[in-house]
T-cell receptor
Framework: AQSVTQLGSHVSVSEGALVLLRCNYS??????LFWYVQYPNQGLQLLLK??????LVKGINGFEAEFKKSETSFHLTKPSAHMSDAAEYFC?????????????FGTGTRLTIIP | DTAVSQTPKYLVTQMGNDKSIKCEQN?????MYWYKQDSKKFLKIMFS???????INETVPNRFSPKSPDKAHLNLHINSLELGDSAVYFC?????????????FGPGTRLLVL
């Protein structure tokens, strides 16, 4: 079975500060990992994905994540927070790169940006 | 053009009613999904279809019945609605094939059962 754990259900950072959202995974097979963002009353938008091609993955809106097998982590970072980054962020995992497997989501982290 | 669309966006109904939510994707994807997001924002897979065939059916009450008339559509019918069915339901799609990871989500349908 696969799972992801997001540490911190709420994270607040000042505008311009570093954003760090934590995700740890558990998987019996090589995982494929994702970060999704959900703005208020909207659907989920894919930020970035890890598919084993490179451990440092760059996504949209200046976000990136690094896959660390030794730490079973896939933390999301952004060097400088912007007010528009305020949203709910979800880490997710799947066991196949064949594109037809379900996603298993973490419980989400709400990011608040302090002006 | 919207890639994955859902109708209706909001649905308010009484307990015991039957309702349907429709989903359409214009991405040419092979696989479609329904996820449920509860009041605590937790997302869980309900069903998935690949080329109109059911491939994932998680532990969901049989009051929920997905129907896929073609690979671009996946509808969700719910019988005898209960208070606990109140949630946001998301449709998603993906392309089958090696390396084709990543699902595209619709805007969600907010269901409130009174």
């Amino acid at each position: 079975a696969q799972s992801v754990t997001q540490l911190g259900s709420h994270v607040s950072v000042s505008e311009g500060a570093l954003v760090l959202l934590r995700c740890n995974y558990s998987s019996s097979v090589p995982p494929y990992l994702f970060w999704y963002v959900q703005y208020p009353n909207q659907g989920l938008q894919l930020l970035l994905k890890y598919t084993s091609a490179a451990t440092l993955v760059k996504g949209i809106n200046g976000f990136e994540a690094e896959f660390k097998k030794s730490e079973t982590s896939f933390h999301l970072t952004k060097p400088s927070a912007h007010m528009s980054d305020a949203a709910e962020y979800f880490c997710a995992v799947t066991k196949s790169n064949f594109g037809n497997e379900k996603l298993t989501f973490g419980t989400g982290t709400r990011l608040t940006i302090i002006p | 053009d919207t890639a994955v669309s859902q109708t209706p966006k909001y649905l308010v109904t009484q307990m015991g009613n039957d309702k349907s939510i429709k989903c359409e994707q214009n991405l040419g994807h092979d696989t479609m999904y329904w996820y449920k997001q509860d009041s605590k924002k937790f997302l869980k897979i309900m069903f998935s279809y690949n080329n109109k065939e059911l491939i994932i059916n998680e532990t969901v009450p049989n009051r929920f019945s997905p129907k896929s008339p073609d690979k671009a559509h996946l509808n969700l019918h719910i019988n005898s609605l209960e208070l606990g069915d109140s949630a946001v339901y998301f449709c998603a799609s993906s392309q089958e094939g090696a390396g084709q990871v990543g699902q595209y989500f619709g805007p969600g349908t907010r269901l409130l059962v009174l």
